[in-house]
C-alpha cells in the first residue's frame, strides 16, 4: 500500500538568478496538503519570480521543487498538475462560461458527456450554478474572479497559484472576495499558494505566511505567530502598524531593559522572540498602537498591566474609524506616535489637547539594528 505525501509542494533550496543579479536566494518551504499558503512581501522581492518557477515559466538556477513528492524540475508547465491565476484573469472574451470552463478539458481530450458534468459540478461547487451560458461580459468583478478559478480547479490540479488575483478589484469587492477565496479553498481543499504585497489578504485568508524580502524568507508561521512574535524586524515592521524607534540599550539583563531612544526618550523594552540584546547594542524598538493608551492629563491609566512607558504629547489628529479609531499625537521632539482609541461621540479626546501615552515594556519588541552585534 502507497501512502500519499504529506506535502503538495516542496521547494528546497530554490535560488534563482539573471546575470548578477539574485532573484531568489536558496529559499527552501514545505506545503502540506490541501492548506492556504501565502507568500507576502514588497513589490520586487522575488515573489512573484518564485511563483513562475513553480508554475514552470522560469527554470531554477539551483535547488528543486517537488510536487507530491516528485521532482519538476525540467517538466514544462503545461505537464505539471499546477495551475495558476493571475491579476488580469485571462478569461477568453469570445467564449462563454461554460467553454471558458471546458477549454482544457477539451485540450486533453476529455468526452462531451464527462466536460458537461464536471463543468457542472465546478459551476455548483463556486455556488454559480445558472451562469453557464452568460458571456464574460455580463459578469461581476467578483463572478469572474471565481470563474478564473473554477477554469483551474476543474483540471483537479495539486497546487493552484494565484498571483495577486485581487488586485484589479475595487476596495469593498476586495475585502469580498478575501472571504469567498478561503471558503473557496476550503471547498476543493487543494492547496492554494497565493501571492501577494497586500498583508490584509495574508493575514485574512492563509493558514501560513511565508514573509519574503530581498529573495529570501524571513520567516515562515501562522498569520498571528508573525503579528504577535515576528523573528526579525522586518517582520515586525512589515506585518501590522506599529510605532517604530530606533536608540541604544543602557542597560540590559539580555531579555529586556532600557534604551536611550534617538530621539531623547528612555525606554523599558523586552526582547524580541528569539533576540538577545546586550548593553551598547544599536536596536530598533516596535510598538504597535493598540498597546498605547491614551490618557487625558485628569486621567487614569487603566492598562490592565504595568505601563512602564510613557511620553507627553498633543493630539495632532484623529483617523476616524469607528469605534476602532486612532489618534496621532506628537511628541515635545516632533515626532508622530499612533495609538489606538475607542471614539464614542463623547467627550472624545480632540485636536489640540495635551495627553500622556503610556505602554508597557512587554509590549515593547526590541530587535538588534542591521549590522549590530
Same mark, same amino acid.
Given at each position: ?9 516542496e ?26 499558503f501565502?507568500?507576502?512581501g ?8 518564485l ?13 528543486d ?26 478569461l ?9 470552463i #471546458? ?16 463543468v457542472?459540478?465546478v459551476?455548483?461547487?463556486? #455556488?454559480?450554478?445558472?451562469v453557464?451560458?452568460?458571456e464574460?461580459h455580463?459578469?461581476?468583478g ?12 476543474v ?24 472571504i ?5 479553498q ?22 501560513n ?6 529573495g ?16 526579525? #524586524? ?21 531579555s ?15 526582547a ?35 505601563a ?17 479609531s ?12 499612533? #495609538? ?15 495627553v ?13 539594528a542591521?549590522?549590530a552585534?
Amino acid at each position: 500500500m502507497t501512502t500519499s505525501p504529506m506535502f503538495d509542494l516542496e521547494c528546497i533550496n530554490i535560488a534563482k538568478s539573471f546575470g548578477a543579479f539574485r532573484a531568489v536566494k536558496d529559499v527552501s518551504f514545505n506545503i502540506p496538503s490541501g492548506s492556504f499558503f501565502s507568500i507576502l512581501g514588497p513589490s520586487g522581492c522575488g515573489k512573484t519570480t518564485l511563483m513562475r518557477m513553480i508554475a514552470g515559466f522560469e527554470e531554477p538556477t539551483g535547488g528543486d521543487i517537488q510536487i507530491k513528492g516528485k521532482s519538476v524540475l525540467g517538466t514544462p508547465p503545461n505537464k505539471r498538475n499546477v495551475k495558476m491565476v493571475f491579476q488580469h484573469l485571462a478569461l477568453f472574451p469570445m467564449m462563454n462560461v461554460f467553454e471558458n470552463i #471546458a477549454y482544457g478539458l477539451r485540450c486533453n481530450g476529455v468526452s462531451n458527456s464527462e466536460i458537461k458534468k464536471k463543468v457542472h459540478d465546478v459551476l455548483e461547487r463556486i #455556488a454559480l450554478p445558472d451562469v453557464a451560458e452568460r458571456e464574460i461580459h455580463q459578469l461581476s468583478g467578483g463572478q469572474k474572479q471565481r470563474i478564473a478559478i473554477a477554469r483551474c480547479m476543474v483540471l483537479d490540479p495539486d497546487v493552484l497559484l494565484l498571483d495577486e488575483p485581487l488586485g484589479a478589484l475595487d476596495l469593498k469587492l476586495r475585502e469580498q472576495m478575501k472571504i469567498e477565496l478561503k471558503l473557496l479553498q476550503h471547498q476543493f481543499n487543494t492547496t492554494f499558494v497565493y501571492i501577494t504585497h497586500d498583508q490584509s489578504e495574508a493575514l485574512v485568508m492563509s493558514d501560513n505566511v511565508a514573509i519574503m524580502n530581498q529573495g529570501r524568507f524571513e520567516q515562515i508561521g501562522t498569520p498571528q505567530e508573525l503579528y504577535h512574535r515576528p523573528s526579525t #524586524a522586518f517582520v515586525a515592521g512589515f506585518v501590522g502598524d506599529s510605532n517604530r524607534w530606533s536608540g541604544k540599550v543602557k542597560t540590559s539583563d539580555g531579555s529586556g531593559g532600557k534604551v536611550a531612544t534617538e530621539q531623547g526618550l528612555e525606554m523599558a523594552f523586552t526582547a524580541a522572540h528569539g533576540e538577545t540584546i546586550r548593553e551598547g547594542t544599536e536596536v530598533d524598538i516596535f510598538v504597535r498602537p493598540e498597546f498605547i493608551h491614551t490618557v487625558r492629563k485628569t486621567g487614569s491609566v487603566g492598562t490592565g498591566e504595568a505601563a512602564d512607558n510613557s511620553m507627553d504629547g498633543v493630539v495632532d489628529s484623529l483617523l476616524f474609524n469607528g469605534a476602532n479609531s486612532r489618534v496621532l499625537v506628537r511628541s515635545a521632539k516632533g515626532e508622530l506616535i499612533e #495609538a489606538d482609541v475607542t471614539l464614542t461621540g463623547n467627550d472624545d479626546v480632540k485636536p489640540g489637547e495635551e495627553v500622556s501615552l503610556v505602554w508597557s515594556s512587554k509590549q515593547a519588541m526590541c530587535f538588534a539594528a542591521q549590522g549590530a552585534s
